[in-house]
């Protein structure tokens, strides 16, 4: 198959889109996805933690 | 340095001594080309560092008690020099600013015109402040979010004096007259080279320091410190794809051509502002933020949802820098398409930001660091807005290639970049030299005035004669010929130029002020014991010089 101009253009404008649009998708499932719940809030607090040196 | 084994030291000497050859080669094959000049710039850079790592070689070796504590040495280097090449690239930016009101500033000399001080100015702030800002405070938070030392002494240190080489090279070579002239990648192929083999090591040196973590979850700054790391060396080695004159000549041509190139430049010259000038600084603001304040991220799910957004969307925004060119018209509309929608994540980080600090509201009023970081969210809620609206085509028609663009650009990077950066500072150097607090309070407001009256003149200087310039150009008469001279364009312009020059010179004293203040503190020993008062910042607060206990 020869790289062209055309080739690119559906690229672009057909499989663009639907990656656009199965990214979008697979990030918000990462974002909502319940058992995540738990780590994004202790992540927010984590940093907070007032330990200052390496664990072990 | 005083911490590296005998190892780490002779390893050390061997890659600078390997360096240093190479210098030597350089310096023989370029004879009076930049790039001899050059070679002798590395031989005398790696003695330099040489001498530096052998005069201790013969001290006591380190404890095995530097493991138990994260390794800040090199932060505290990375804060020197970025406030060095901070004050070093804003004063060549006054100077730039100057000129163009008073051009016979140049001093009728090659080395101090325009057109090679301009790239000295941006390269100055960006690669110079803001890249070391960038590299110092990447150490300081994958430290502390991921529970572990740096993987090892070594590296850091190649990363940040290697990077400095890269910065000393490429800036002294446009003074002597090299470039590419490509927009932020004016640095002639052997720094380009140079610069790929630091930034591996970076890349490398930060996902072995991930892997050591002891936090199971990586915290957000770090995947905006990875991105930024990764596709500045996409983005860097694809742009910087060039064929030497030979090996014996700094001049190197492109190996693109015609709109490609220009294609390809802009991918890459509007994702170094995504990826050097925005994701880097949104870590920054996820951590420093949150902790200043004292209060957790307002959402982190939305932290997430924006870094995907903004990490995607970039990608293919460069093309609005091309409108009416000879880029194919779809391709235009993709990136003015694109553009528009990164208004979404731009704003959500914009608004987490600032939603964050809803509740804190008296700790922004009285602590002039707190509100150096809400300017920067603020600025940079409203830079964002600035260029998606920008990349619109028939608003480009008006703004590309007049001061409006010169002005969106120092809304980023004053009030976006450079507050963000200081804010940080602010609160990583008492945290670093177990400092209770900043030297004065005072300095700290002082320097935050200085900063906001320097931003609003400039950019309202801007975007008065850009807009002015840009009605200029396109008046017609009656009779369909132009009512303006290019000269009379320059004299609409002159005020605003002279006004330009004086909120960049508040902008350096405000950076002067900061230097000031932050060797105050770092000379100033610390206190045998801290005050637990709420004042301070987060985190650090322990009794100085004793050997903190691990958690677990």
Known sequence: MALTHETLLEGAKLWGLFYLMGFSICVLIYTFLPSNRERFERAEREIFDEDDGPWK | ?552
């Open chain 2, 1 to 552: 340095m005083g911490q590296l084994t005998t190892g780490e030291r002779d390893f050390g000497a061997i890659i600078l001594i390997v360096l240093a050859i190479i210098g030597i080669a350089m310096a023989a094959a370029g004879r009076s080309d930049v790039l001899g000049i050059h070679g002798a710039m590395v031989l005398v850079y790696c003695l330099a560092l040489l001498f530096l790592l052998l005069s201790g070689a013969f001290g006591t070796p380190p404890s095995a008690a530097r493991l138990t504590r994260y390794y800040d040495d090199p932060i505290k280097v990375g804060v020197g020099l970025t406030l060095f090449w901070a004050i070093f690239g804003m004063f060549i930016g006054v100077w730039a600013a100057a000129q163009l009101a008073w051009p016979s500033l140049n001093f009728d000399t090659s080395w101090a015109s325009f057109g090679r001080i301009r790239p000295a100015h941006t390269s100055g702030v960006i690669f110079g402040f803001g890249g070391n800002a960038l590299i110092t405070t990447s150490f300081h938070v994958v430290q502390r979010t991921s529970r572990a030392r740096l993987a090892d002494q070594l590296s850091p240190w190649f990363v940040l004096l290697g990077f400095n080489l890269f910065c000393l090279i490429a800036i002294s070579g446009y003074f002597l007259g090299v470039t590419q002239s490509k927009e932020y990648a004016e640095a002639e192929w052997y720094a380009d080279i140079w610069l790929v083999i630091v930034w591996v090591t970076y890349f490398v040196l930060y996902v072995r320091t991930l892997a050591r973590r002891k936090e199971p979850h990586i915290y957000v700054a770090n995947w905006y410190y990875m991105a930024f790391i990764i596709v500045v060396a996409i983005l860097h080695i694809v742009n910087n794809l060039a064929v030497p004159l030979s090996f014996a000549h700094a001049k190197s041509y492109t190996i693109w051509a015609g709109v490609q190139d220009s294609m390809v430049q802009w991918w890459y010259g509007h994702n170094a502002v995504a990826f050097f000038l925005t994701a880097g600084f949104l870590a920054m603001l996820y951590y420093y933020l949150p902790k200043r304040a004292e209060r957790p991220i307002f959402s982190y799910r939305l932290s997430i949802l924006s870094f995907w957004g903004i990490t995607f969307f970039y990608m293919w925004a460069g093309s609005h820098h091309l409108h009416y060119t000879a880029l194919p018209h779809w391709v235009q509309n993709l990136g003015m398409t694109f553009s528009v929608m990164l208004l979404v994540p731009s704003w959500a980080s914009a608004g987490n930001a600032l939603l964050t600090l809803n509740g804190a509201w008296h700790k922004v009023r009285d602590d002039a660091t707190l509100r150096f970081m809400m300017m920067a969210a603020f600025f940079y809620g409203l830079s964002t807005f600035e260029g998606s609206f920008m990349a619109i085509r028939p608003v480009n028609a008006l703004s590309h290639y007049t001061d409006w663009t010169v002005g969106h650009v120092h809304a980023g990077a004053l009030g976006w970049v450079a507050m963000i950066t200081f804010g940080s500072l602010y609160t990583l150097v008492p945290a670093i030299w177990k400092r209770e607090r900043m030297h004065s309070a005072i300095l700290v407001e002082v320097h935050f005035w200085l900063a906001l009256a320097g931003t609003l003149i400039y950019v309202f200087a801007m975007w008065n004669s850009g807009i002015i310039q840009g009605l200029m150009w396109r008046t017609y008469s009656p009779d369909n010929t132009l009512v303006y001279s290019f000269v009379d364009t320059l004299l609409a312009m002159y005020p605003y130029y002279i006004a330009r020059a004086f909120g960049g010179l508040l902008f350096l004293i405000g950076a002067i002020v900061a230097a000031y203040n932050i060797w105050m503190t770092v000379r100033t020993p610390a206190a045998a014991t801290l005050a637990l008062d709420d004042d301070s910042p987060g985190d650090e607060r322990q009794i100085s010089g004793a050997t903190p206990t691990p958690a677990e």
